[in-house]
């Protein structure tokens, strides 16, 4: 299969269209062909859904020191400075930029000067946090996807998903046993349900995170860790899986979805509350409500179960009526919905799955190891978070990675140092051995079984008999998958299924060879804190069958 035969060719293919994959794209330049993938339409991932806002440092009171310092704090040591800094100092030009793309942050009214109107959030020392009111991520998210649709030279491709990266063949014509390069990715269109080729020069994974892989998250449905499984089986490195924040306010209704309580609630004098109505946060933390969110996740964890409680309560109703309503719109109108006026009342609540701390290996480019792949965003693992988010880090990580890659890709091209794929033979997508499938229910009852798993025994609180339970069951529900993708033509169910398996199994086995507390990993074998620090790197059997610890 020569180039003239693939049904689309690009400098560069970005999976993904939150703020990373969509910053890329507009730091690309302007002379590129860059197309970026959506699985539904533009604005369905993430990066919507986040409420609290961009850290960064722009008053003078503050200081990059203080920002850097409250992330190390916030990691658990497992941070690394470099990437600290790089991401911290970028900040304020990274917010520079978002203006003139267009976001409109709040601004103090009131103030003789023009200034951005600042809150905190939990683990800040400082107010740095710029927001939209509570829905900072649909702003960033209107103002890129309206700047990409303005520029000629983007592609959007949108319902379809990526499911591996391409197979070159041999100069006899048969498959590479490995991954020589990535040049690009299949793609499962869901419209016509084909799977096309897409060769490009350059590939950027920002697919996101993976904590649909839990029963209970706040992510909308996409966050299948699709960047992640496909990275790994193309020979790419991932680390610290284990780490998985827990939002630790989940609005908590039999019918409502997934609808997180911002972090800024609690950073404006919310406070948490028994159902008796008494407080418990500073009996867990010298910060109380202002605790990092694994230390409040924990604590509202051990009150549910010590007390046999469904639910905990947030409590901002002491806060005049209309500072509740000018600063928390969305979360008010939100719950108001559901009959709960949080101007009157608490708002019961849950901690939930949120955000994949862990994930591809990645260097201050935004590359992965694996040669012309690059990873940003939730995907992958910069060094920035370390054992633990810091809140509203990830929106200023997806803009520095975004950037980082996008200036990367346009050195390398410029000096003539990129690739050609012109010659390249891909192995084509076969059909030809199997049949469409008579037994989805197979694929949801896989689904809610996995999912089940990990909530029960791969949560906030861990052992490693739950761990080894967890791991004997993915395998099993893996060998399924592995053979019913075998049989039947793929779908996107059984793609997502299949990638959220592999997260699992990754995040499973992370978490059992780390030994010991810390950040995120809380385990009740190993309750301590190791005086030695590490990374948990795991390395595809594809390239190295054992996995490195640093």
């Known amino acids: 299969m020569t180039i003239k035969e693939h049904h689309h060719v690009y400098d560069v293919l970005i999976i993904g269209s939150g703020a990373a994959g969509l910053t890329a794209a507009l730091r690309l330049p302007q002379n590129l062909s860059v ?29 990059f020191e203080k920002h850097i310092d409250d992330t190390m704090q916030a990691g658990a040591g ?57 829905a900072t991520g649909q702003a960033v998210g209107s103002a890129l996807a309206a700047a990409v649709n303005a520029r000629p030279n983007i592609t959007i491709l949108t319902n379809k998903i990526a499911v591996d990266v391409l197979r070159t063949a041999d100069n006899r014509g048969r498959p590479h046993k490995r991954i020589q390069r990535c040049n690009g990715m299949y793609l499962y269109d869901m419209p016509s349900h084909r799977v096309e080729t897409c060769l490009a020069r350059f590939t950027l994974l920002a697919s996101g995170g993976a904590s649909k892989v839990y029963l209970y998250t706040s992510n909308p449905d996409g966050s299948t860790g699709d960047g992640v499984a496909i990275g790994w ?14 939002h ?10 997934s609808f997180l309580i911002t972090e800024a609630v609690r950073g404006e004098g919310g406070l948490l509350l028994r159902p008796d109505g008494s407080r418990f946060m500073p009996q867990h933390h010298e910060l109380a409500e202002l605790a990092p969110r694994d230390i409040v996740a924990r604590a509202i964890d051990h009150e549910m179960k010590r007390l046999g409680a469904d639910c905990m309560f947030l409590d901002i109703s002491h806060k005049p009526t209309a500072f509740i309503k000018e600063h928390f719109p969305t979360v008010y109108q939100r719950c108001l919905s559901f009959g709960i006026d949080m101007t009157k009342s608490p708002i019961p609540v849950v901690p939930a799955a949120h955000y994949t701390c862990g994930g591809l290996v990645t260097d201050e480019h935004a590359r992965t190891t694996v ?68 037994e989805d229910v197979v694929i949801a009852h896989n689904w809610d079984e996995l999912r089940r798993t990990m909530w029960n025994y791969v949560g906030i609180v861990r052992t490693d008999k739950r761990l080894q339970r967890a791991q004997h069951r993915i395998a099993l529900l893996q060998q399924e998958i592995h053979e019913y993708y075998s049989q039947y033509r793929i779908s996107s169910d059984l793609l997502e299924l299949r990638n959220l398996a592999t997260v699992a199994e990754l995040i499973v086995h992370s978490a059992l060879f780390r030994r010991e507390s810390r950040g995120l990993h809380y385990t009740l074998d190993y309750p ?23």
């Open 35 to 63: 197309a970026v993938v959506s699985k539904t339409e533009l604005m369905s991932g993430s990066t919507p859904w986040a409420q609290g806002g961009v850290a960064a440092v722009t008053e003078a009171s503050d200081s």
């Open 78 to 134: 497992l941070c690394k400075p470099e990437r600290v800094a790089q991401v911290v100092q970028q900040a304020p030009e990274m917010i520079s930029w978002l203006v003139s793309q267009g976001v409109k942050f709040d601004h103090e009214l009131e103030a003789a000067v023009k200034s951005f109107h600042l809150t905190q959030e939990g683990g800040h020392s400082h107010r740095r946090i710029l927001h939209a009111a509570d």
């Open 233 to 246: 089986r193309s020979g790419a490195r991932v680390a610290n899986m284990e780490f998985n924040q827990f």
């Open 248 to 257: 630790p306010t989940c609005l908590y209704h039999p019918d409502a979805k």
């Open 371 to 438: 040669d012309g792949l690059y990873a940003a965003g939730e995907v992958a693992s910069t060094g920035l978070h370390g054992a633990n988010r810091m809140a509203s880090n990830s929106l200023l990580e997806c803009f520095v990675f975004g950037s980082a890659c996008a200036d990367h890709i346009g050195a390398t091209i410029a000096a003539g140092q990129a690739p050609d794929v012109s010659g390249i033979q891909v192995i084509p997508w076969d059909e030809s051995q199997v049949t469409d499938s008579d």
């Open 528 to 550: 301590k804190r190791s005086i030695r620090t590490y990374d948990t790197i795991l390395q595809p059997p594809s390239l190295n069958p054992f996995a490195e610890y640093f």
